[in-house]
Structure formats: C-alpha cells, structure tokens
C-alpha cells in the first residue's frame, strides 16, 4: 500500500503547543471545536494541554489522513497566518491574490478574517490543493 505524502508537522505541532492554551496546536491539526474550546478556557484550565503534549503525534497521524497533500505546504501557510497573518502573506501564498491585497490594506479585516483564517486554514489549503 502507498503511503500519503505528510501534510501536517510533529515538530510545528510541539512549537505551536508551547502556545496550546490558546489552542493553536489544535487548530493546525484541524480539530476546530476543541481549538475553540481551548481558546475559550486556556487549554482546559492547563490540563487539557499538558495532556495534548502526548497526544500530538496521533493528531499529526490523523490530519494527514484527513487533508489532501499537494502544491500547498500546510506547515508553511500556518506559519505564514500565525506570524503575518494580519498582512494576509497566507492568501498571497494561496495564490488568493485580491484577498491578500484586502488582508493587508485593512489589517486582515481589522483581525476578523485573520480570526476566520485561522479557524478554517487547514480547509483552505485543502481546497487549494485539490484544485488541478
């Protein structure tokens, strides 16, 4: 049997723990609803966070069998959102060209789109990447 290329990234993972209480490491695996959860009550009160540190390599598993591999680097447009998110470098790297231009004229929406992107990234590049 042929295995899928890798599309999600153990070590992004454990970097983007480091900020788990914000559920970050969550939503680059695509589990939203918990994202959002450990948003909402800073990784479960902690704990739910220090569990997540034995928990990444499943999730790592899972998102590579969940999201398509393709032109599109998963790792790559995360790391673009995370640290430049806001001047929508992400939606240029898509090749999202005109939301780009209005990520970064308005601040990524005054940060409500950048909010957008990062809870539904992962579908965004899956999407790109099964465009042929």
């Known amino acids: ?10 070590p992004l993972g454990y970097l983007l723990w480091i900020f788990g209480f914000t ?5 680059y695996y695509g589990k939203t609803w918990t994202g959002i959860l450990y948003y909402c009550t800073f990784g479960l009160l902690g704990v ?6 034995f928990l990444i ?9 969940k999201f398509a591999p ?3 680097d998963y790792s790559v447009a995360w790391l673009l959102l995370t640290f430049l998110g806001i001047f929508g470098v992400h939606r240029f790297y898509l090749g999202k060209w005109v939301s780009g231009i209005i990520w970064l004229c ?3 929406l005054l940060g409500v789109g950048w909010v957008y992107d990062f809870i539904n990234m992962n ?10």
Not at 23 to 27: D, E, L, V
Not at 48 to 53: A, L, P, R, V
Request: aromatic content about 8%; cysteine-free; charged content about 30%.
């Open 1 to 10: 049997m042929e295995e899928r290329a890798s599309t999600h990234s153990i």
């Open 48 to 53: 739910g966070w220090i569990i997540d540190f």
């Open 106 to 108: 308005t601040g990524g």
């Open 57 to 65: 390599p499943g999730m790592e598993r899972e998102s590579n069998r």
């Open 123 to 132: 579908e965004i590049v899956n999407e790109q990447n099964l465009l042929k």
């Open 23 to 27: 559920g970050s490491h969550r939503f």
């Open 70 to 72: 393709g032109r599109y």
